[in-house]
């Protein structure tokens, strides 16, 4: 088949051949790892390979051997300096203020079981990692919503005013609060 073109065409025709021209040099399904410019690596992405940054935790960063997304428990990851999955940020919320408040901490440092406490009702962390719910006269403290709180006061004590910051401050012989009238 011979194509034709009016005279006014040539630089159409022209264009065209630069841009058919543009063309990929390597045949992405057979990329290898090896194949890809440095700074990168081959992940599959719809059946088919592409070179992909070493810098996305979406292809498990600089790790040669994997492609599949960082998965960092309760914890949005990042890359870190050495090209492995890190925690970027731990589980948030919005508070009444607006503000971003963690609900998830990385209290032991360790990246591999992510953000593994929860502020919200861990009583050895409440609130913050290292926040130990120790309250007077109190045999069973809870955490409730990043606070301590009262589960249960110890014998003979009762919480009348229910503060948990004081604990059970009333001493009882197995009575009631008196009367707050």
Do not use: Y
Request: with cysteine; proline share 7%.
């Amino acid at each position: 088949m011979r194509w034709s073109l009016p005279i006014g065409s040539a630089a159409l025709a022209l264009a065209f051949g630069a841009v058919a021209a543009c063309e990929s040099i390597i045949d992405a399904s057979s990329l290898q790892s090896n194949s890809c410019p440095g700074g990168s690596k081959a992940c599959p992405t719809n059946g088919n390979m592409h070179c992909v940054g070493l810098t996305d935790p979406n292809t498990h960063c600089g790790d040669p051997t994997q492609c599949l997304a960082c998965d960092i428990p309760n914890a949005t990851p990042i890359c870190d300096h050495s090209g492995a999955c890190a925690i970027g940020t731990c589980s948030t919320v919005t508070n009444a203020m607006g503000a971003a408040a963690e609900i998830f901490a990385d209290c032991d440092g360790n990246p591999s079981n992510g953000c593994e406490v929860d502020l919200l009702h861990d009583t050895s962390n409440c609130g913050s990692c290292g926040n130990i719910c120790t309250l007077p006269h109190v045999s069973e403290p809870g955490c409730n919503g990043g606070a301590c709180d009262i589960l249960e006061c110890a014998p003979g004590f009762l919480n009348c005013d229910g503060n948990a910051r004081n604990g059970c401050e009333f001493p009882s012989d197995g009575g009631a609060c008196p009367d707050a009238g």
